[in-house]
Structure formats: C-alpha cells, structure tokens
C-alpha cells in the first residue's frame, strides 16, 4: 500500500487529491494508492472572493466529492512533520494526537496573513484572509447604515492593489451603496506602495485595472 497524505483541502490539496485519484484510476486496477486529506473541515475556502457579499457560497462542502473519489478525509490539523521517518502528527478536533505515515506527502496548508506592528491596526483594521474575518467586515460594513451620513462613514481605505485590492476597491461602491443607498457620497481610497495600481499584473491588463477602478478609487 502507497499512502499519500495531503495537508490542506483548499484550491492545491482538493487538486492535488483529484489529480492523484484520477491518476489511480488511469494505473492498472491493482493500484493500491490511499489518499488521504488533512484538514478542519472538508471544506474548500474560496479565500480570493472573501471581498464579495455571498459569503455562505465561499466554503463548499467537498466532503462528497472526497468519498466518491475513495479519498479519506481526517478532520484535524497537521502539528508535526518527520521527514526522516515520514510521518505526520495530526490533532484532531477533542485535542486528541494521532500519527500517519506517508509514503508522499504534499504540504498545501496555504499563507498566513502578516499584520505589521502598525499602532491602531488590530482594532481598526479589518482583513479578508479568512471567512471569519470576512464575515467581520460584512458586519461591519452592514452596520454603517446606522450611522449618520459623513465622509468618515462612507469613506473606505484599502491597503494593497494586487489582485484582492482591485477587486475589492471595485467591488466596494455597489456594496456600499445597497447598504446606504445610492444617494450616499462614497469614496474608496485604494493605497499602494508601487507606482501604480496592479504591479504584479502584465503593464497592458494593470492599466485596465486602472482605468476600471478611476470612478471610485483615489490612488496614493
């Protein structure tokens, strides 16, 4: 038996997984591969559309696809890696440690979110990284239309213009609006440190970008 062991039931670990049963499939009808994921829940975080407001639509159970695969899923963590004897430490849910062994083993565990030591940041500040922060924002957001207008209330700074800041900057207008109505005053303010918006977009599709956020976003 080959025991392939994957951390992460995100974008790379649910591929990784069907990429891997696929190729099981296509083997001879012997092939002993077990697949098994690692991770919370067997859910897949849609992390790069956490700005829009669908949020119940970003964490699709792929707890079914995984069994119709024949792909074990092991609702945990994973604490500790022995490279040399390939094992895994994982910790469940109740706290309980268990070990697998592996035979190949993909780490796809995803980022984490750097927050700066930036006074202020970590009670004003919100973040997208993960569904529960964006749920936070989403209430927030939901909350200004209980407050009076002002330029502070309908006014949004977003730090970064790589991919989820355009977005997001494009997206905030509408979002506002059908909170406070169309007659509020909104302004997003889009900062990033490169000289211009989009500097890990190609030149021609970041002046797209550009132009597409004008209307509503102030670049500094």
Not at 29 to 48: E, F, K
Not at 69 to 77: K, L, Q, R
Request: aromatic share 4%.
């Amino acid at each position: 038996m080959t025991e392939l062991v994957i951390a992460g039931s995100g974008f790379a670990g649910t591929w990784a997984a069907i990429a891997a049963a696929r190729a099981r499939t296509l083997a001879a009808a012997d092939s002993t591969l077990a697949i098994t994921v690692v991770s919370p829940t067997p859910n897949l975080h849609i992390r790069p559309r956490f700005y829009e407001t669908a949020l119940d639509e970003m964490a699709p159970d792929v707890g079914g696809l995984f069994r119709d695969i024949d792909v074990t899923h092991v609702a945990g963590t994973v604490a500790a890696i022995d490279v040399a004897a390939r094992t895994v430490d994982c910790v469940g849910a109740d706290g309980r440690r268990t070990q697998r062994a592996w035979d190949r083993f993909v780490l796809a565990t995803g980022s984490v979110l750097f927050k700066p030591d930036i006074p202020g940041l970590d009670a004003h500040a919100f973040d997208i990284d993960q569904l529960a922060h964006a749920r936070r924002l989403d209430t927030h957001l939901r909350s200004l239309a209980s407050r009076p207008a002002s330029a502070a209330r309908d006014t949004v700074v977003i730090a970064g213009g790589g991919f989820t800041g355009i977005e997001a900057a494009c997206d905030m207008p509408a979002r506002l609006r059908a909170i406070l109505g169309a007659a509020a005053d909104i302004r997003v303010v889009l900062v990033e440190q490169a000289p211009a918006i989009g500097p890990d977009l190609a030149p021609a599709r970041a002046r797209k970008s550009s132009r597409r956020c004008t209307p509503a976003v102030s670049r500094s």
